[in-house]
Every structure is written in structure tokens, then in C-alpha cells.
């Protein structure tokens, strides 16, 4: 599968605009026939395709670091998936990006985490019979509430 990262500038209080950003977004994928992991549905189809592990390469900015370390925490339990985050860092321009890449488990514990600030290379063991585990433990895929939502993939054949 091919993956496209989106990562928007949102306007504060224009709900409006800010859709029209990701429905461009959106857009532009489907011409390049590929999926966007920046929102949970994704991450969800992604562990129910049968995925043991997402890899997420990503550009974060320092004024979003709290958001950062949120959604990648999230994306990891409430699929029961492990998730390799790897954030840049250094500078551009104005932009700061702060680093702070990180293997999360199964459970959204963080299992290795990079510098803030600087560049590094982590090494961190996955225990996949850890994460079968924790799937038992903690059924959320297995609980999903099928009979009142559904999450449909749009092939891209059929954009």
C-alpha cells in the first residue's frame, strides 16, 4: 500500500476552510493513488488489513508537540497496533521541528524514545506476542460496534 502523510496548516476557528484544506488533500492523494494516515480511520484499516506494525514518517513542528505524542499514543491502543513515529528535526526557515521519534507498543506505551532536538538513531526489540496479548486484553478491534457505524475503504480505482 502506498501512503501520502498530510499535515495541514488549520485556520482557527474556520471549520469551513480547514475542510476544504483536507478535501484538497484528499484530492491530490486519490490523482497519486494513495491513502492519507493523518486521521484515525486510516490506522483503523490499516490494523484490520492485518498490519503487525504502522510506520509513520512525519514533520512535526515544536508548537505541536503535545499533539504529536497524543495522537501517536492513540493510534497505537485503540488499534492494538505497535506504530514507529519518526518525527524530523532541525529548523527551516521558521519552522522548528523537534524530533523525539519514538516506538510505541500495543497498549500506547512509549518503548523507545529519540532525542528531543538532535539527531539519533534508536534500536528497540517488538515483541508481536505482546501485542496478540494485549489485543486479548484490551479488544478493541474485536468490539467495535459494527451494527451502528461502519468504516468503508475506497479503493483507489474508484476515486
Known amino acids: 500500500m502506498k501512503i501520502a502523510l498530510a499535515q495541514i496548516d488549520t485556520v482557527l476557528g474556520n471549520k469551513r476552510k480547514n475542510l476544504l484544506k483536507i478535501e484538497n488533500l484528499c484530492s491530490k492523494a486519490a ?6 494516515i493523518c486521521f484515525p480511520e486510516l490506522a483503523r484499516i490499516i490494523a484490520l488489513k492485518g498490519a503487525d506494525i504502522i510506520f ?29 513515529a519518526v518525527n524530523r528535526c532541525g529548523k527551516e526557515e521558521n519552522l522548528h521541528f ?55 475503504y475506497t479503493d483507489k480505482n474508484e476515486y
Open 31 to 36: 490523482k497519486e493513488n494513495v491513502d492519507i
Open 98 to 152: 523537534f524530533g523525539g521519534s519514538q516506538l510505541i507498543g500495543a497498549r500506547g506505551q512509549t518503548l523507545k524514545l529519540a532525542n528531543y532536538n538532535s539527531e539519533e538513531l534508536i534500536f528497540c526489540e517488538v515483541d508481536f506476542n505482546e501485542q496478540s496479548k494485549t489485543r486479548l486484553e484490551i479488544p478493541y478491534l474485536r468490539h467495535r460496534r459494527t451494527d451502528i457505524y461502519s468504516i468503508e
Open 56 to 84: 509513520l514518517p512525519s514533520a512535526w513542528h515544536k508548537e505541536a508537540k503535545d499533539i504529536w505524542t497524543i495522537n501517536c499514543a492513540s493510534r497505537a491502543l485503540e488499534n492494538g497496533i505497535h506504530l514507529a
